[in-house]
């Protein structure tokens, strides 16, 4: 009878380690996400009939949209809600894998540079030993040492090993495991300590150091470097806007209300200044300007403050794996006087994109009297920005 097997990937945790506004799984690793790079290995390992991908509660659409759909894959890959806890994730996997399953891989979903050969031995060892763990040999000398730091002993490196994933495991042997653990409250680091716990044999398959768990930037930085140094990308983008100034209408700049006779004529709130900021961004990425994403045809954008247009724009740069790098936006207005308010736009705009304060710089400058901005008919603003990766 042909073994069946599958792979659990397990790609449900917060990443709190690794800051940011993108969960460590799906930054992006020379322009792809960490968990793509696992799951393209994964596909291509014929000895793998299917894969349950856990992720956190509320992502599962989004992996099937911006992660298995766009990326292909021919094996079939089913999107299950992990839990608070990797072992928590894991047993809601194994409720999802068929009965007929003989062999369960293990892995987690930011160790992207594992390869099919390391799978295919863990594979082999666990049908001819129940269990297996990829696992490599210790270099440095290791000390054990008190609660006060000093050391009491040098310990045999040669019988020590540094646990990777996958582990592998006979589909029942594993499920049991995990069925005794919540019947006990028992919670454990990896799979292979639930099997140790039933005196089940778990055998060494020989990793590979290039088998890194992405945890930490240097971990990402490192990750990059591996594949060629392209691991964070930096695009660009400009914004343009200009708005009349007119009686009967509030005078508002970079989210900050601003004393003053006259306003912005708008569908929105006219604020030039943060139009220009999403346009810059918009374009950074490749997307259609602020009109498209918010025609002045749709009442739902009458009079709405531009902030709430930016962070929208904010969450759209998120979705793509970038965050802000440094935006320099200038203003140009005949009066009123702007400088008083410049560190409040700052402070604004940093909140909407979920970026520091010291990202954004904003400038004010007149039209020396020149054209209808000149002549105070209007006021513009010009926006760079640059993004990078994750």
């Not at 994933?165 to 292979?192: C, M, S, V, W």
């Not at 705009?349 to 105070?376: Q, R």
Request: include cysteine; proline fraction near 3%.
């Amino acid at each position: 009878m042909k073994r069946k097997v599958f792979a659990i990937i397990t790609a449900a945790g917060m990443g709190k380690r690794l800051k940011g506004q993108v969960m460590k799984q799906f930054r992006l690793v020379a322009g792809k996400p960490v968990v793509a790079r696992t799951l393209d290995v994964f596909d291509n390992v014929k000895m793998i009939d299917g894969i349950i991908l856990t992720v956190p509660e509320g992502r599962e659409n989004y992996c099937r949209n911006n992660i298995i759909r766009k990326y292909g894959y021919k094996k079939s890959i089913e999107v299950v809600p992990g839990g608070a806890r990797r072992q928590v994730s894991v047993f809601n996997a194994l409720k999802r894998i068929p009965e007929s399953c003989s062999i369960v891989v293990i892995h987690d979903g930011v160790r992207p540079f594992i390869t099919g050969k390391i799978i295919e031995d863990s594979i082999r060892q666990a049908e001819k030993y129940g269990a297996s763990m990829a696992a490599v040999p210790l270099n440095d000398t290791i000390k054990k040492v008190n609660g006060r730091g000093i050391v009491q002993k040098t310990l045999n490196r040669e019988n020590v090993w540094l646990t990777q994933t996958p582990q592998t495991f006979r589909y029942a042997l594993i499920l049991a495991a995990h069925r005794e653990a919540r019947k006990k409250r028992l919670y454990a680091t990896d799979d292979a300590v639930m099997v140790e716990r039933l005196k089940g044999k778990v055998k060494i398959v020989r990793g590979d150091y290039r088998n890194i768990k992405i945890t930490s930037p240097e971990d990402l930085e490192l990750a990059g470097a591996l594949l060629g140094g392209k691991s964070r990308r930096i695009r660009y983008g400009i914004g343009y806007d200009v708005h009349k100034l007119v009686p009967g209408r509030k005078l508002v700049l970079g989210g900050v209300r601003i004393p003053f006779k006259r306003g912005l004529l708008g569908h929105s709130d006219g604020d030039a200044l943060l139009h220009s900021v999403c346009d810059a961004v918009l374009g950074s990425l490749g997307e259609k300007d602020i009109g498209v994403h918010f025609p002045n045809t749709d009442k739902k954008y009458k009079d709405i403050s531009s902030l709430i247009l930016l962070k929208q724009v904010s969450g759209i740069l998120s979705r793509a794996g970038y965050v802000i790098n440094n935006l320099d936006s200038m203003v140009i207005a005949e009066e009123p006087k702007l400088s008083p308010y410049v560190d409040n736009m700052r402070k604004k705009i940093a909140v909407a994109l979920k970026t520091e304060m010291n990202n954004v710089d904003v400038k004010a400058t007149t039209n020396e009297g020149l054209g209808l901005i000149g002549k105070g008919r209007g006021i513009a603003a010009y926006s760079v920005v640059s993004v990078i990766e994750g």
